[in-house]
C-alpha cells in the first residue's frame, strides 16, 4: 500500500510529485492516480501540484519521463567490461524485461504515453522531455551491437529485433502468458540467441 510521506518542507516540488506518482503505481493503475492523490503521499495541499503541473497528462508525462529514465539506468548497471558483446546485449535483454516485470503499471504507463508515430504529442517541454528519455534504452542497446557489426543497417536490424523480443517477452510474461523457466527470462533470452547464431 502506498505510505503518506511526512509533510513536505523543502527540496524539488516536482521531483518529489514524479517520485510519489511512481510510488503509487506500485499499488494502483494509472488510472486511478491523480494530481490530488499524489499531493496526499507528499503531503502537501492539493492545490500546490498545480504549481508544476497544470494537469494530469502533464504529471503522467513526467513520470513516463522518469521510468525510461530509471529503465535506462537499470540497464547501464548491467554494464561490464568482462563480457563479450552478446553476453552485454544479453544483460541490457534481462535487465529490460525485469524493469517490467517488477513495475508493471509504470511500464504499461510508459507505453501509453507514447504518442503514435507522425504526432507531435502537443510540441510542450513535457513531451520533448519523454521523447528524448525513451530513446536511451534503446540508444544503449543500438551502441553495443553498433560495436558487434560494423555495417549500420544491420546494427540498426539487430537492435530492432532485440527490442522487439525483449518488449514482446516482458508483455508476455508480465501478464502471465508464458512462464519463465527456472532460470528466468535470461535464460529465454539466452537459448534465442544461441538459436540465431546457430542460423
Do not use: C
Not at 518542507?9 to 494509472?30: E, P
Not at 554494464?79 to 529490460?96: C, P, T, V, W
Not at 553498433?146 to 536490424?157: C, L
Not at 518488449?167 to 532460470?183: K, N, Q
Amino acid at each position: 500500500m502506498t505510505q503518506k510521506t511526512k509533510t513536505y518542507h523543502h527540496g524539488n516540488l516536482s521531483a518529489a510529485l514524479v517520485a510519489a506518482g511512481i510510488a503509487f503505481l506500485q499499488d494502483h493503475s494509472a488510472e486511478k492516480l491523480s494530481l490530488r492523490a499524489v499531493a496526499e503521499v507528499v503531503g502537501v495541499s492539493r492545490t500546490a501540484p498545480y504549481a508544476h503541473f497544470p494537469d494530469k497528462r502533464s504529471l503522467l508525462l513526467a513520470i513516463s519521463s522518469a521510468g525510461f529514465r530509471q529503465l535506462a539506468q537499470s540497464m547501464e548497471a548491467r554494464r561490464s567490461a568482462d563480457q563479450s558483446h552478446n553476453e552485454q546485449i544479453l544483460a541490457f535483454g534481462a535487465a529490460y524485461v525485469q524493469f517490467a516485470l517488477d513495475n508493471p503499471n509504470l511500464y504499461r504507463l510508459m507505453l501509453s504515453t507514447m504518442t503514435p508515430s507522425g504526432e507531435d504529442g502537443g510540441g510542450d517541454a513535457a513531451w520533448m522531455e519523454l521523447k528524448s528519455e525513451a530513446t536511451r534504452p534503446y540508444a544503449i542497446l543500438n551502441a553495443e551491437f553498433s560495436q558487434m557489426v560494423s555495417d549500420p543497417a544491420r546494427a540498426e536490424a539487430l537492435s530492432q529485433g532485440a527490442w522487439g523480443m525483449v518488449h514482446g517477452l516482458a508483455s508476455l510474461v508480465g501478464e502471465g502468458l508464458i512462464v519463465a523457466p527456472e532460470g528466468g527470462v535470461e535464460e529465454i533470452l539466452r537459448t534465442f540467441m544461441r538459436a540465431q547464431q546457430r542460423r
